[in-house]
């Protein structure tokens, strides 16, 4: 089995394909009780029933054990050495991206404000990276960044393992930026100019498993990207990375916030307060929270065509 087949069988079953390697791994030491395999990875017994068909070729099941085929133990050894490659070409890679980072904006011009733009922290930037491929959403994975005034798409791309990377934004020296990156480092990054107010190309639509945006903190503006994001996702599972930032004084901000994501079917897998630092952004800390949201059966998208509200936080009273 290749990784791209095992990737496969993860959208299939809805769990991860990190957790689905560990379960062979551990199946790799001998067979295991399913009560065992499932307090050891989490994994419902729904899940539990689907592997054995599934993963066919490399899993069998007696009973209530699970064990390695006889044939399949060259297969996941190859894919333990394989993830333990890919974790140190990562760590590698992504310690010259946040020197790369840093060498590009010494030769940006400053955050233009009327697009809400604050850049974050390379290194911070960076960390965002790592967690994505710790939540194993990077490897072999097509992203659509909605907005990349952070460059994330530099750090992903210098780790060479997602399949598809494409930046939409509406300034162009931001995708001059990553133009020029691509070229220096050979990074293969599809930019593309966008404003979010127009409905996303169809050539972009439900052709990506991850998005990645930091979008103007008004609830206008988080339900237009977000929805962007939605429509650009392809998968029934797939994960939104959304940063969000508010003072700690006015923490009422992130109801409207939480309640368009929940009305547009989305779960907060998991919610990282203060994880992106930025140079600026006093007012709320010079900190927003990394909101990691998964889709779901009823997830759809607020705005599907053209948007014609405010969207930046120019516009909106200061507290």
């Known amino acids: 089995m290749n990784y791209e087949k095992l990737l496969e069988v993860s959208d299939t079953v809805m769990v991860s394909p990190r957790d689905l390697e560990q379960m062979l791994f551990i199946l790799l030491e001998g067979s295991k009780k399913q009560i065992e395999l499932q307090r050891d990875l989490g994994f ?6 689907m592997l054995p068909s599934e993963l066919s070729d490399l899993v069998m099941r007696d ?5 390695l085929k006889e044939s399949a133990h060259e297969t996941v050894e190859q894919l333990q050495l394989r993830r333990e490659g890919i974790d140190a070409q990562v760590e590698s890679r992504l310690n010259d991206a946040t020197d790369a980072i840093k060498s590009i904006e010494q ?3 400053m955050p233009y404000r009327d697009f809400d733009q604050v850049r974050a922290l390379p290194e911070s930037t960076v960390a965002k990276v790592k967690l994505i491929h710790q939540h194993e959403n990077l490897d072999g994975r097509n992203i659509i960044l909605m907005g990349d005034d952070d460059m994330v798409s530099i750090a992903i791309g210098f780790t060479s393992i997602a399949k598809r990377v494409t930046v939409l934004d509406i300034d162009r020296e931001v995708l001059a930026a990553i133009q020029e990156s691509n070229q220096r480092y050979n990074l293969k990054t599809e930019t593309v100019l966008y404003n979010a107010k127009r409905a996303l190309p169809r050539e972009l639509t439900s052709k990506y498993a991850v998005a990645v945006t930091d979008p103007p903190y008004t609830a206008e503006g988080i339900a237009l990207f977000v929805s962007r994001c939605l429509t650009g996702l392809g998968r029934k599972n797939g994960v939104i990375y959304l940063s969000y930032g508010y003072s700690q004084r006015a923490a009422e ?4 916030i939480q309640n368009a994501l929940t009305q547009m079917g989305l779960v907060l897998e998991e919610v990282r307060p203060r994880f992106t630092r930025y140079d600026g952004a006093l007012s709320i800390g010079s900190a927003s929270s990394l909101y990691v949201c998964r889709m779901t059966p ?3 998208p607020i705005v599907s065509g053209e948007f014609a509200g405010d969207i930046y936080t120019k516009t909106r009273p200061k507290r």
């Open 107 to 109: 030769s940006r011009t």
């Open 253 to 256: 901000r992130a109801l409207p």
């Open 298 to 300: 009823r997830s759809k």
């Open 44 to 49: 419902p017994s729904s899940v539990m029933n």
């Open 63 to 67: 009973k209530n054990r699970f064990s």
